[in-house]
């Protein structure tokens, strides 16, 4: 069932998952949507003398000859989700599509060598295979003393590889990691088939956090996120079916380092918000009989952010 779990010594005999216990989820009150009750301090105004770089400073890194434009929907979700400045390293095939749907972004060329803007959160790995060297730019962004790293698709790819070949080591580190693997990329971290996955997706998402040290953000239909330790997951109850379609989970990325970058805090509340805010944006689109493109989503994730942001509810 969908919500919000924290971890306890046993079953509380209240019929959810074993060990653990659900917490109210979020409801339509009046006719206006409003976020969950755990999510509330993760939505908060700007003050008056904010400006881009205090609001959140987001890079984004991805594209490749077959993918130039996924960045540029993670560029999409994290403008919309809040972030005052996007850097987008992209190929320059994407610059263009770049102009049209995120004038905002300060445009870098992706290339081996180039060094990706330092940021207060960094989301990477999207539409990057057959470009670079993708293991080469995730040792380069990792190597850092410290920093928020979203990893997605390819560089997902990389930490596996690292894994099977035991030169990943999960200890404590100060570069923080939030992953998000769809069924099929959580199969390869934990180096198992994906019906293995789909059995039990809350477990598998768990597995994973302990592995690689990281939140976890495993997509699908009840979008599971897991903090590092276990003690706290969350099932998402927003989204829907009009939803299963490419990029959303670019869109997705980038505005869970949008968040991160303003909450500037623990990544499992970021990544909840984020989850919780894309499924919404997708239930918006469905509800007013809209195309359910990734335009009309990032446009109404912008609106829903700034309606909770500000403190309001959202017309429902």
């Given at each position: 069932?969908?919500?919000?779990?924290?971890?306890?010594?046993?079953?509380?005999?209240?019929?959810?998952?074993?060990?653990?216990?659900r917490r109210a989820g979020f409801g339509?009150?009046?006719?206006?949507?409003?976020?969950?009750?755990?999510?509330?301090?993760?939505?908060?105004?700007?003050?008056?003398?904010?400006?881009?770089?205090?609001?959140?400073?987001?890079?984004?890194?991805?594209?490749?000859?077959?993918?130039?434009?996924?960045?540029?929907?993670?560029?999409?979700?994290?403008?919309?989700?809040?972030?005052?400045?996007?850097?987008?390293?992209?190929?320059?095939?994407?610059?263009?599509?770049?102009?049209?749907?995120?004038?905002?972004?300060?445009?870098?060329?992706?290339?081996?060598?180039?060094?990706?803007?330092?940021?207060?959160?960094?989301?990477?790995?999207?539409?990057?295979?057959?470009?670079?060297?993708?293991?080469?730019?995730?040792?380069?962004?990792?190597?850092?003393?410290?920093?928020?790293?979203?990893?997605?698709?390819?560089?997902?790819?990389?930490?596996?590889?690292?894994?099977?070949?035991?030169?990943?080591?999960?200890?404590?580190?100060?570069?923080?990691?939030?992953?998000?693997?769809?069924?099929?990329?959580?199969?390869?971290?934990?180096?198992?088939?994906?019906?293995?996955?789909?059995?039990?997706?809350?477990?598998?998402?768990?597995?994973?956090?302990?592995?690689?040290?990281?939140?976890?953000?495993?997509?699908?239909?009840?979008?599971?996120?897991?903090?590092?330790?276990?003690?706290?997951?969350?099932?998402?109850?927003?989204?829907?079916?009009?939803?299963?379609?490419?990029?959303?989970?670019?869109?997705?990325?980038?505005?869970?380092?949008?968040?991160?970058?303003?909450?500037?805090?623990?990544?499992?509340?970021?990544?909840?918000?984020?989850?919780?805010?894309?499924?919404?944006?997708?239930?918006?689109?469905?509800?007013?009989?809209?195309?359910?493109?990734?335009?009309?989503?990032?446009?109404?994730?912008?609106?829903?952010?700034?309606?909770?942001?500000?403190?309001?509810?959202?017309?429902?």
């Amino acid at each position: 069932m969908p919500g919000l779990y924290h971890k306890t010594a046993a079953a509380d005999g209240t019929g959810e998952a074993p060990g653990w216990r659900r917490r109210a989820g979020f409801g339509i009150i009046k006719g206006k949507m409003r976020p969950p009750e755990e999510l509330k301090g993760a939505f908060r105004g700007r003050r008056r003398e904010e400006d881009k770089r205090s609001a959140g400073i987001v890079t984004i890194v991805g594209g490749a000859f077959k993918y130039p434009h996924a960045p540029v929907l993670a560029a999409l979700g994290a403008r919309a989700a809040g972030a005052g400045l996007v850097h987008l390293v992209a190929p320059d095939a994407s610059r263009y599509a770049a102009a049209v749907h995120v004038p905002e972004a300060v445009f870098t060329k992706l290339s081996a060598t180039c060094v990706p803007p330092a940021a207060d959160a960094t989301a990477a790995g999207m539409g990057l295979g057959g470009g670079v060297n993708v293991q080469l730019l995730v040792t380069r962004l990792l190597s850092g003393s410290c920093g928020r790293f979203v990893l997605d698709a390819d560089a997902l790819a990389v930490l596996a590889e690292w894994r099977a070949k035991g030169e990943w080591n999960p200890g404590p580190r100060s570069v923080e990691l939030v992953l998000t693997p769809h069924e099929g990329e959580a199969a390869r971290l934990l180096g198992c088939k994906r019906e293995k996955i789909s059995s039990d997706r809350m477990e598998a998402a768990k597995e994973i956090a302990r592995l690689y040290g990281a939140t976890v953000v495993l997509k699908g239909a009840g979008t599971v996120v897991a903090s590092p330790d276990g003690s706290r997951v969350y099932v998402n109850d927003t989204g829907n079916p009009d939803m299963a379609l490419g990029g959303m989970g670019d869109l997705l990325a980038g505005a869970i380092a949008a968040r991160w970058a303003w909450l500037k805090g623990d990544a499992f509340t970021a990544s909840v918000s984020a989850v919780w805010l894309h499924g919404a944006a997708g239930d918006a689109v469905e509800r007013a009989f809209l195309d359910p493109s990734l335009a009309n989503t990032a446009a109404k994730l912008g609106s829903l952010r700034a309606a909770f942001d500000a403190g309001k509810d959202f017309p429902w």
